[in-house]
């Protein structure tokens, strides 16, 4: 090495080290000591973090109610958008619903299979719902979104990708609602058919797509406009599908450092979609297959960020929980034999981010395939729909689990579960459920044939019902905050402080330890998986009474985007496990300084 060669070498590693040290000092620097205007002190040790105050008791067990009689399309796929429609969708396959194209649109020509002659399909297969007037709108697709998969983008775009047929490489984009807002569909956008795939958020706010029938890949959602590139080769997929697949739908969940857990049939890894490397494997979930057709359900538990261990990247905990499914052969004997095995009765939990992670296995009250594993305000997780025997798959399950369960993933093993009451539907293959920002449920769908029945011991659902959960007791209205939304701040900025206005009607002292403020990503939802859903539960400060019954908080937006991906989020206020009417209504968006400046110059394919 020549003298000159030496010094080059000395200086680079000292560059080296002192940027090392920045991103350590960056990640490891205890929280900025921003004046904070109102509290002064936001503590910065915060010893009564994570202790709260118990919940308000209810014996409140739930009520269900139907909002819509007949809403036209059987509801297979949705989406809560930021402007309080549900986008629903199923399949043009079945080229018949309840709903038609209003006077004035078009129908969609197509060639029937077996008389091979053209026809026209006159009926709507997506349709957007009003939350607040339970009125619907019909929506046109064209190519078959049948068992796709979807996410909303940052702006509030909902993207859809795959499908079957037509349908399989095609993305579909839907925003604002407009009287004549609809679909935009890209049809050869993707590098592989895509049907059961699932699509993840990144922390960048991109998707990569993963899976598929006999898709043994990943890819990138493209901008709109523009094709995929390349399909990433994933053995994972390959190896974990079995005689009946099981594996189809992965449960996916970003993770703090931006890798992507995956979730197959009975195995999980976590991937790089930088890099595309697997980082690591996680222990076997033994017991039987949960992806579909056995169709367990997954969440991640809500991510404590008032925790006061949660003060770095790599002290944040993330725990993910997965319930149900059936054993391997149990599509196989459905659809061959009309026997229906029973569903699987365990929940099992693993902390990913543990160094050494374990799965931990409880009972459920009853059995379940093919429920929704939904995070609501206040922390606990309502697993709802299904059946109790069989399996996903036209007429291949029997007895519908009609009583939702809720679980409270901070109680000892043993009490965690609380059975609610049932429906009177039945909500089986192909049927949702979305959380609401008014905290209710909303329910619907169900069809397990492949057209629509009216008449049949499970016709084909178009009814709609709102479920209210226990927080949603009359008797505990008094304790229920109200934002205040006009003074309240809405936009939140990575590991910015922010405040928030309340109200309560009972008054009276209420300190943080009565507060949670949290946030919750409303997901797409499918055969029994709501991908992109979490909910946070942010780091507030002290609450102070402003007049008689007004409060204030103070509270930090996550400091990382691989906790909460960019987009739009519903805001609560939860005093003592009473959840306040979730905020955003357009308005409450977590974003990224790039993020804004995007939005800004309009570059995006978003715009
Ligand atoms: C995992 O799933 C595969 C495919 O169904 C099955 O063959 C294998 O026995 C399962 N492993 C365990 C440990 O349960």
């Known amino acids: 090495m020549s003298p000159l060669q030496k010094v080059l070498l000395i200086l680079t590693l000292l560059f080296l080290v002192s940027v090392d040290a920045k991103r350590k000092r960056y990640i490891k620097s205890p929280r900025v000591a921003v004046p904070f205007p109102i509290f002064g002190a936001f503590d910065q040790k ?11 008791e209810t014996d409140f067990k739930g009520e269900w109610e139907v909002i819509n009689p007949d809403s036209g399309v059987s509801a297979m796929q949705i989406t809560l958008m930021p402007t309080n429609k549900i986008i629903v969708y199923d399949a043009t396959v079945y080229r018949t619903s309840r709903l038609r194209y209003p006077e004035g649109v078009p129908c969609v020509p197509y060639i029937d299979p077996n008389s091979k002659q053209q026809l026209e399909d006159c009926f709507a297969h997506a349709m957007e719902y009003d939350i607040e007037t339970n009125q619907v709108r019909p929506l046109k697709v064209t190519v078959d979104p049948w068992c796709s998969s979807g996410g909303l983008a940052p702006d509030g775009t909902l993207i859809s990708s795959g499908g079957w047929n037509d349908g399989s490489k095609s993305l579909r984009y839907i925003r604002d609602s407009c009287p004549d807002c609809d679909f935009r569909e890209s049809i050869d956008a993707l590098q592989e058919p895509r049907w059961y795939g699932t699509q993840q958020i990144l922390a960048n706010g991109e998707f990569i797509m993963i899976g598929g029938r006999r898709a043994f890949s990943y890819e990138f959602i493209p901008k709109e406009g523009q094709k995929s590139t390349k399909a990433y080769f994933f053995p994972f997929l390959y190896e974990t599908s079995d005689l009946d697949e099981n594996n189809l739908y992965p449960f996916t969940h970003l993770m703090p450092d931006e890798n992507v857990f995956v979730f197959a049939n009975n195995r999980s890894l976590l991937l790089n979609p930088n890099t595309n490397k697997i980082v690591r494997t996680f222990p076997v979930l033994t017991g039987g297959s949960r992806n579909y057709p056995a169709s367990g359900s997954s969440a991640l538990l809500p991510i404590r960020l008032d925790d006061d261990k949660a003060t770095s990247l790599e002290t944040i905990k993330v725990e993910v929980i997965i319930c149900g499914g059936n054993t391997p052969d149990a599509f196989i004997t459905a659809e061959g034999q009309k026997v229906y095995l029973p569903a699987l009765q365990d929940c099992a939990r693993m902390v990913i981010t543990d160094p050494k992670p374990v799965w931990d296995t409880e009972v459920m009250p009853s059995r379940r395939t093919m429920g929704d594993a939904l995070n609501l305000p206040d922390g606990q997780i309502l697993l709802i729909n299904g059946a109790k025997k069989g399996t996903a798959g036209w007429w291949d399950a029997e007895e519908p689990n009609l009583e ?16 609610l009451n049932p429906s009177g539907i039945a909500r089986m293959y192909h049927s949702t459920s979305a959380l609401l920002p008014s905290g209710k449920i909303w329910v619907a769908g169900s069809n397990t044939h492949n057209t629509y029945r009216d008449v049949d011991k499970f016709p084909t659902e178009t009814r709609v019902e709102a479920f209210y959960p226990p927080y949603l007791d009359p008797n505990l209205n008094n304790y229920r905050p109200q934002i205040l939304q006009d003074s309240s701040d809405k936009n939140l900025r990575y590991k ?92 409450v968006v977590l974003v990224t300084p790039l993020f804004i400046m995007e939005m800004l110059s309009c570059s995006t394919s978003y715009c």
């Open 404 to 419: 939702p369960a809720l679980y409270n993933p901070d109680k000892p093993k043993g009490q965690r579960f609380k059975v």
């Open 496 to 587: 910015a402080r922010f405040e928030i206005h309340f109200s309560v009607p009972s008054g009276g002292q209420i300190t943080k330890n009565d507060i949670k403020i949290t946030i919750y990503a409303p997901p797409f939802t499918t055969h029994g998986f709501s991908m992109n859903q979490r909910l946070v539960v942010l780091n507030s400060g002290n609450v102070a009474q402003a007049i008689k019954g007004i409060y204030k908080v103070g509270s930090m937006a996550p400091r990382f985007p691989g906790v909460a991906p960019p987009g739009y989020y519903i805001l609560f206020v939860v005093h003592r496990g009473v959840p306040s009417q979730g905020m955003w209504d357009k308005n």
């Open 46 to 56: 915060n010893p009564f973090l994570g202790i709260k105050n118990t919940d308000f």
